[in-house]
T-cell receptor
Framework: KAGVTQTPRYLIKTRGQQVTLSCSPI?????VSWYQQTPGQGLQFLFE???????NKGNFPGRFSGRQFSNSRSEMNVSTLELGDSALYLC????????????FGNGTRLTVT | AQKVTQAQTEISVVEKEDVTLDCVYE???????LFWYKQPPSGELVFLIR??????QNEISGRYSWNFQKSTSSFNFTITASQVVDSAVYFC???????????FGPGTSLSVIP
């Protein structure tokens, strides 16, 4: 079974630009969640989708948004990038949601200059 | 509010030593789930174990064992006879329901020296 796939692996953007990250979950997994990992703040929950519905959102500004498609693939978008958005963005999929074991992708390393 | 504390930021041990990673959590919920994840240098978090709040049985899986104690709100992880491949950052996590936020601890970086 293929694991969780995130694209791209690395991204360099400048302040003010926007970015879209993609995540393909494990086949059969209906829940996709996103996390931001930074040295200072650790792992922080961004949002979780289940069957195309956002069920929860972390404490991030509205510049961070996401969506899930009917095939469970998910995208997250960050608009008007700031230097502080530089981070490793991790996607995880699971069968039922966050209280199921999460299967993580390798992440997208975003650098904002 | 929910919180997960991993007081040990970094631990170094010599290969074959036993090591225990501490996890203390805070929650007012009676039903919740606890997890341990491993993040090797490659960056991908790997699921190790899940425990629900009603199951206080300790668990052993090979060289790994977990001690869950509700009385002290702790869910500690022990690696027996550590190996270099155990070098990674280990995260303890807490979540209430399937759609609630996952609260991760700050992580413990374990270095196993050959």
């Amino acid at each position: 079974k293929a694991g969780v796939t995130q694209t791209p692996r690395y991204l360099i953007k400048t302040r003010g630009q926007q970015v879209t990250l993609s995540c393909s979950p494990i086949s059969g997994h209906r829940s996709v969640s996103w996390y931001q990992q930074t040295p200072g703040q650790g792992l922080q929950f961004l949002f979780e989708y289940f069957s195309e519905t956002q069920r929860n959102k972390g404490n991030f500004p509205g510049r961070f948004s996401g969506r899930q498609f009917s095939n469970s693939r998910s995208e997250m978008n960050v608009s008007t990038l700031e230097l502080g958005d530089s981070a490793l963005y991790l996607c995880a999929s699971s069968l039922q949601g966050n209280n199921s074991p999460l299967h993580f992708g390798n992440g997208t390393r975003l650098t904002v200059t | 509010a929910q919180k997960v504390t991993q007081a040990q930021t970094e631990i170094s041990v010599v290969e074959k030593e036993d090591v225990t990673l501490d996890c203390v959590y805070e929650t007012r919920d009676t039903t919740y789930y606890l997890f341990w994840y491993k993040q090797p240098p490659s960056g991908e978090l790997v699921f190790l174990i899940r425990r629900n709040s009603f199951d206080e049985q300790n668990e052993i899986s090979g060289r790994y064992s977990w001690n869950f104690q509700k009385s002290t709100s702790s869910f500690n992880f022990t690696i027996t006879a550590s190996q270099v491949v155990d070098s990674a950052v280990y995260f303890c996590a807490l979540v209430k329901t399937s759609y609630d936020k996952v609260i991760f601890g700050p992580g413990t970086s374990l270095s196993v020296i050959p």
